[in-house]
DNA sequence: CAGCATTTTTACCAATGGGTAAAAATTCAT
DNA sequence: ATGAATTTTTACCCATTGGTAAAAATGCTG
């Protein structure tokens, strides 16, 4: 088995290369639906190989939360106090929505995880969160408190640009059903609806 | 085997057992990470009895979406034409949120299945969907040609309370984890938030 | 209560899962 | 170029999973 030392450049490609197929696989299938047998044929390797560079599918699992966690928290992250806030609210759901649509296998894996409760990752994902989290929902309040955006509960508000966001990406299968429309317009137009609703919720009037 | 015949007592209360104890296995796994001795075993019997009286695993999970389906498109039934139409989806809106606190369950079924590409239930779920759905389509379509409510795009506003909404059930354990708020309260500020959002977004000024 | 149909139990099984041990091959540092 | 360290392959193993066959028990009906 590898050891604990800096890995090397061979590590660094396989490791890679698995967690690459890593991603395709547990975002499709889920942590019990994911094999890594699967998980080694994709990467193009032998089971007993992929587990030299991986002590278990459990810890592969939460190698691959961690090195997707930075890409996920991104948007909110770019979050600040610069210029109007109800655009910098906008802005930020522009991101979100842009994640959707690039990396949706991204935002599978996490819901995923949620979904069936956290069982893994609690560490990994939600450490991580809860910090920069609670460093944005004081920002939204100190807006309010300063009377630049309504003032509505901030916690919701933040669950409602997720649950909004990331339904697109989440939810594809439904939404490809149920939709006339098709990929590159289908979220102008989640944009073109989101953005005016979440601007009159915001706007003070 | 059960034969395909009309259920005798008995079947009717196994049948109820067994997919109780489904909906708990199912929903709280994944259709991959459930298994039918676990399932079995929750029921109170043992596998080759739960298969006396189920086809299979696929047969068994394709019957629990069934059963389940109409409680989950119960809310969206009663969306019709009566009186103010923002305060009919505003109670549209409460029924779901309703929903996703009294059943969870139900929900995260759901949710996995819509999440994993619709691998099973793709008859079972999306063609009752898509009928009910296109009509209800068609009914918030006549409201904004009528003036009555704010001309939005109809699609993306379904899925924006469909997300707001069951986002409170399926990512539960991320919401646990954030909130200050526990169970009573959460989701009264929930509708607290999420009225006055689609009240503006509708509302014609 | 006899006899038939239904339901349950018992005893299995093949496939797949995650994982290991150790030999073989390759890479690296001197 | 050689010896040590790393990486890969080969050959396994055990637990779990979905599922079956057939006997045993139970329920139902005249």
Redesign the interface.
């Known amino acids: 088995m590898v050891t604990a030392e800096k890995p090397t450049r061979i590590q660094k490609v396989r490791r890679e290369e698995i967690l690459e197929a890593a991603l395709e696989e547990f975002s ?6 994911a094999s890594i047998n699967k998980i080694a044929a994709r990467a193009g390797m032998s089971t007993p190989r992929l587990l030299y560079h991986f002590e278990g599918k459990e810890a592969l699992y939460r190698a691959l939360l961690k090195s997707t966690l930075l890409r996920w928290l991104g948007p909110l992250e770019l979050l600040k106090d610069a210029g109007d806030p109800v655009e910098e609210v906008c802005a930020y759901i522009r991101r979100k929505l842009e994640m959707s649509r690039a990396y949706p296998r991204e935002s ?1 894996l996490f ?2 995880e ?5 069982p893994l990752g609690k560490q990994e994902v ?1 450490a991580p ?2 910090e920069i ?1 609670d460093a944005k929902i004081a920002l939204l309040q100190r807006w309010m408190d300063e009377g630049r955006i309504t003032r ?2 901030p ?3 933040m ?2 640009i ?3 966001t ?3 990406a ?2 594809a ?3 490809a ?5 098709k990929m590159p317009v289908l979220f102008e ?2 944009e ?3 953005l ?2 979440y601007r ?2 915001l706007e003070v009037r």
Chains 1, 2 share one sequence.
């Open positions: 499709r299938n889920g942590f019990k639906g599978r819901a995923q949620i979904l069936l409760g956290v939600f969160l809860r989290f509505v509960d916690h919701h508000l669950y409602s997720w649950a909004t990331q339904h697109y989440d939810f299968p439904q939404i059903e149920l939709s006339p429309q137009a989640a073109a609806f989101l005016p609703m009159r919720t």
